[in-house]
């Protein structure tokens, strides 16, 4: 008994609750229908329709119409024939007659954005009914050119070079990434971006000024969605200065150890005659003959330190 008044909430709060998640699953599939077609600059690329013709119907039976930001007609076909098409896609598209598939070659970059296909049947009743309307959205992508560094020296000290270092690449699309390491750690850049509308390819600039004190290696990588090119550079500390570390020329070299030779010669032979001659006069007037002994072996040494007190002797 005293279930039944609340059994009426009850249902009411199930029903929104089914409501709520109808609503939910209806927006959740709506994002996961969303068709999304991805192609390369100047490809071929194939946009899906919704509906295929049976073997026992025919074209005739159908209008078609591939429509682009719900307002331009690309392509609308009409009891087998085609009875529209827009300029810029003149001789660059075809539609498959059993699923209508619309193909488009050479794939441009204004060709980005979201695409409508409407099929209506005739056959059915007096009204064409619309059989299916579905939106395919088409992603264009260019790849970037392989990026280009120069690096000009602005100035150049001993102690470190000074340079600009330019990386650029062109020809992508979308707006990419730049990048630039420098011995492993990101750099950041002056970076210009040149593109003559925002549906056409991008050139892409980085700048950098850089205070270079020994050799660095140096990689610029440009990209948009996950594709990415790289390009190395190792950046050379160009160094003019002379430091007295530079080795002397081998002419220095030899004239020295000429020179060094001879000096030891001449010390060896004043030594040997000198030693002879002072010891005559040394030895025998010492009182032991111990001490007499001692100073003659230290006399060489004592005429090599004053060579001119003994020559005057
Ligand atoms: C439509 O037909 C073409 C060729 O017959 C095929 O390549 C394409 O995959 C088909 N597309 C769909 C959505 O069935
Ligand atoms: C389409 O192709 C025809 C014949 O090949 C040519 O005469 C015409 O100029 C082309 N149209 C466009 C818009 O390129
Ligand atoms: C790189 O840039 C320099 C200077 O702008 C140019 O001379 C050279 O041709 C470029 N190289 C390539 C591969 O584009
Ligand atoms: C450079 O980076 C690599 C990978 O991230 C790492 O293994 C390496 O140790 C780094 N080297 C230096 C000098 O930081
Ligand atoms: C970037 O370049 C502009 C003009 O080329 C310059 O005015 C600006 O100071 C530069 N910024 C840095 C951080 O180098
Ligand atoms: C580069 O380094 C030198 C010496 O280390 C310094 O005198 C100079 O101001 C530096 N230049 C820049 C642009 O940082």
Not at 73 to 94: H, P, Q
């Amino acid at each position: 008994m005293a279930c039944l008044p609340a059994a009426p909430p009850a249902r009411a709060l199930r029903r929104w609750l089914g409501l709520g998640l109808f609503v939910l699953l209806c927006l959740h599939l709506g994002y996961a229908l969303e068709k999304k077609v991805k192609s390369k600059l100047g490809e071929k690329v194939g946009l899906p329709c919704c509906h295929e013709i049976e073997s026992s119907d025919s074209l005739h039976n159908y209008r078609v119409y591939w429509q682009k930001n719900t307002m331009e007609v690309v392509l609308a076909y009409a009891e087998g024939k085609e009875i529209s098409k827009d300029k810029r896609y003149m001789n660059r598209t075809e539609m498959d007659d059993r699923n209508f598939t619309l193909w488009i070659s050479p794939v441009e970059i204004l060709d980005n954005g979201p695409y409508q296909c409407v099929v209506q049947h005739l056959r059915s009743s007096q009204n064409p009914s619309v059989v299916c309307d579905e939106t395919v959205t088409l992603f264009v992508t260019a790849d970037f050119s392989k990026p280009n560094i120069t690096a000009n020296v602005s100035r150049n000290s001993c102690e470190s070079t000074e340079m600009v270092v330019r990386c650029s690449s062109y020809g992508g699309f979308p707006k990419p990434e730049i990048t630039g390491i420098l011995n492993n750690e990101s750099v950041v850049w002056n970076v210009s971006w040149v593109s003559e509308s925002s549906l056409s390819p991008y050139s892409v600039t980085g700048i950098l000024h850089l205070n270079v004190t020994k050799d660095v290696s140096f990689t610029c990588s440009v990209g948009s969605n996950g594709f990415t090119k790289s390009t190395s550079l190792l950046l050379k500390k160009t160094n003019d200065c002379v430091v007295p570390t530079v080795p002397p020329s081998y002419n220095v070299i030899t004239a020295s150890s000429i020179i060094i030779i001879i000096f030891l010669l001449a010390i060896t032979l004043a030594a040997r005659y000198l030693s002879r001659h002072v010891c005559s006069h040394c030895c025998k007037p010492q009182d032991s003959v111990e001490e007499g002994v001692k100073e003659c072996t230290k006399t060489p040494m004592n005429v090599r330190r004053h060579p001119s007190e003994t020559s005057s002797v």
